[in-house]
C-alpha cells in the first residue's frame, strides 16, 4: 500500500484546510484510514480515522467539532478537513493505514504517507 498525502500550507487561525490522502495498491487490506499529527519536539498523536468503508469515524477530543474526516472510495481518497484552526494545531500530519478497526495507537497502523505540513498562525 502507497499512502500520498497532500494539502498542508499556512493559514492564519481560525481559517480552514483540507488535507488528502490518496491510497493505490493493495487497498484490499485496508480496514481504516487514520491521521496522525507531530508537532515540533512533541510526539506523534492520534487525530482521527475512518473506516475503509466510510461508515464510521472516529476522533481525538482535540479536534472533536472542529475536524472532520471523509472518504471518495471511487478515488481511494481520503479527507481531512479542518476548520477553526488554532495555532496548536501546527503540526506535521500524517496519514496512515491499518488492518484494525479505527485504532488509535500507532503501532496499529501498517503504512504511512509522508507527512505534510500545516502551520496556523496567530
Known amino acids: 500500500v502507497q499512502l500520498q498525502a497532500s494539502g498542508g500550507g499556512l493559514v492564519q487561525a481560525g481559517g480552514s484546510l483540507r488535507l488528502s490522502c490518496a491510497a493505490s495498491g493493495r487497498t484490499f487490506s485496508i480496514y481504516s484510514m487514520g491521521w496522525f499529527r507531530q508537532a515540533p519536539g512533541k510526539e506523534r498523536d492520534f487525530v482521527g480515522a475512518?473506516?475503509?468503508?466510510?461508515?464510521?469515524?472516529y476522533y481525538a477530543d482535540s479536534v472533536k467539532g472542529r475536524f472532520t474526516i471523509s472518504k471518495v472510495s471511487a478515488k481511494n481518497t481520503v479527507y481531512l478537513q479542518m476548520n477553526s484552526l488554532k495555532p496548536e494545531d501546527t503540526a506535521v500530519y500524517y496519514c496512515?493505514?491499518?488492518?484494525?478497526?479505527?485504532?488509535?495507537?500507532?503501532?496499529?497502523?501498517?503504512?504511512w504517507g509522508q507527512g505534510t505540513l500545516v502551520t496556523v498562525s496567530s
Open positions: 475512518i473506516s475503509w468503508s466510510g461508515g464510521s469515524t
Open positions: 496512515a493505514a491499518s488492518g484494525e478497526f479505527l485504532p488509535t495507537s500507532q503501532r496499529s497502523y501498517d503504512y
